[in-house]
C-alpha cells in the first residue's frame, strides 16, 4: 500500500528539501507530474528532470534550506498544508548577486496523486518577501 498523500507530502519537504536527497525526487514525482508556480517568476516544472534542474539552481543561490510543515489536510488523493521556509541568500543564481541575507518565508502547497506519485503540485508562497529580503526588488515605497 503507498503512503497516504498527507505522509508524501510531509516527505516531500523533509527528504527532497531538508536533506536535499535529489534521489527522491523521482521516489515521489510522477515522470510527467508538473509542479505550478516554484519560482519567484512562477515558472513550473514538469516532470522529475525538470524539477530537479529548478531545485540545483535553487540550492545554488540559497543555504541553511530548512522548511517545516505545519498544518497538512488530505482526502483520499490529495493533501494540502501550510509551511514556512528558512533560507540564506548565498549564491548568484536566478539572475542576482547574492545578499547574504537570511529571510523566512511562508507558503502553501498542495498536490494530487495517481498510482502513489504527485501528478500535480501548486505553490503559493510570499514571493514579495524574498525578493525584498534578499534584494532581488526595492521594497514598497
Not at 513550473?44 to 525538470?50: K, L, R, V, Y
Not at 494540502?80 to 548577486?97: E, M, V
Request: proline share 4%; net charge negative.
Amino acid at each position: 500500500m503507498s503512503p497516504s498523500a498527507g505522509t508524501i507530502f510531509r516527505l516531500w519537504f523533509e527528504e527532497v528539501w531538508n536533506k536535499n536527497d535529489t534521489d527522491r525526487i523521482t521516489t515521489y514525482l510522477a515522470p510527467d507530474g508538473i509542479i505550478y508556480a516554484l519560482d519567484l517568476a512562477g515558472g513550473d516544472a514538469q516532470g522529475p528532470d525538470a524539477f530537479r534542474a529548478f531545485f540545483e539552481q535553487f540550492m545554488e543561490s540559497f543555504s541553511d534550506v530548512h522548511f517545516t510543515v505545519h498544518e497538512v489536510m488530505e482526502t483520499e488523493d490529495m493533501a494540502a498544508g501550510r509551511w514556512s521556509a528558512q533560507l540564506t541568500h548565498s549564491g548568484d543564481g536566478f539572475g542576482f548577486p547574492a545578499s547574504g541575507e537570511t529571510v523566512t518565508v511562508t507558503g502553501m502547497s498542495m498536490i494530487r496523486l495517481k498510482d502513489g506519485l504527485v501528478v500535480e503540485g501548486w505553490n503559493e508562497w510570499d514571493r514579495l518577501r524574498m525578493a525584498t529580503t534578499c534584494r532581488m526588488v526595492a521594497p514598497p515605497a
